[in-house]
T-cell receptor, first 118, second 115 residues
Framework: AQKVTQAQTEISVVEKEDVTLDCVYETRDTTYYLFWYKQPPSGELVFLIRRNSFDEQNEISGRYSWNFQKSTSSFNFTITASQVVDSAVYFCALSEGISNFGNEKLTFGTGTRLTIIP | GAVVSQHPSRVICKSGTSVKIECRSL??????MFWYRQFPKQSLMLMAT?????????EQGVEKDKFLINHASLTLSTLTVTSAHPEDSSFYIC???????????FGQGTRLTVV
């Protein structure tokens, strides 16, 4: 069975500080996909990144970066120089690699509520 | 990016009535759509997988007769909450899968309140 754990329920940081959101996953599959989504107060889910299990290269996109460590089954997300607009709930998710695209049903973590204090 | 639209965004209904929620892919054809449910301050739980032209596949513990899913076309899936009760009050969100190698796109969600 798949499982995604986001141990940090809520985090508050002062604007411009860096913050890392942790994600630990469990799966028996050798092929799987990991995702991060942002859910602002309006409710919609904003896609941030998808990473397959064979690609352990870290990724950076602007102020966002992701650290994929297969050895520890972790896929952590760091926001540098945080801004008030980053305040949201962030979900880590996992899908089995049933299809070539890894877009099958997602198992979500419980989310981390991030508050950036101005 | 692709656009998925859910309607309505908010609905309040009386206990015992049925409510239909629509999920439309506006600029692509979606062979597969997923329906999730999210309780306040909790995670999203997959309810069912909806494939165009076939019966939906429900997750364990989800009542098929209570949550009716219809995926009649490649751009529309509907979720009907039948005989709604206050405990069905939740945030329902759909996602649609393009046929190409992209991530699933989520709708804006529907907040259902049963009174």
């Amino acid at each position: 069975a798949q499982k995604v754990t986001q141990a940090q329920t809520e985090i508050s940081v002062v604007e411009k500080e860096d913050v890392t959101l942790d994600c630990v996953y469990e799966t028996r599959d050798t092929t799987y996909y990991l995702f991060w989504y942002k859910q602002p107060p309006s409710g919609e889910l904003v896609f941030l990144i998808r990473r397959n299990s064979f690609d352990e290269q870290n990724e950076i996109s602007g102020r966002y970066s992701w650290n994929f460590q297969k050895s520890t089954s972790s896929f952590n997300f760091t926001i540098t120089a945080s801004q008030v607009v980053d305040s949201a709930v962030y979900f880590c998710a996992l899908s089995e690699g049933i299809s070539n695209f890894g877009n099958e049903k997602l198992t979500f973590g419980t989310g981390t509520r991030l508050t950036i204090i101005p | 990016g692709a656009v998925v639209s859910q309607h309505p965004s908010r609905v309040i209904c009386k206990s015992g009535t049925s409510v239909k929620i629509e999920c439309r892919s506006l600029d692509f054809q979606a062979t597969t759509m997923f329906w999730y449910r999210q309780f306040p301050k909790q995670s999203l739980m997959l309810m069912a997988t909806s494939n165009e032209g076939s019966k939906a596949t429900y997750e364990q513990g989800v009542e098929k007769d209570k949550f009716l899913i219809n995926h009649a076309s490649l751009t529309l899936s509907t979720l009907t909450v039948t005989s709604a009760h206050p405990e069905d009050s939740s945030f329902y969100i759909c996602s649609a899968l393009k046929s190409q190698n992209t991530e699933a796109f989520f709708g804006q969600g529907t907040r259902l309140t049963v009174v």
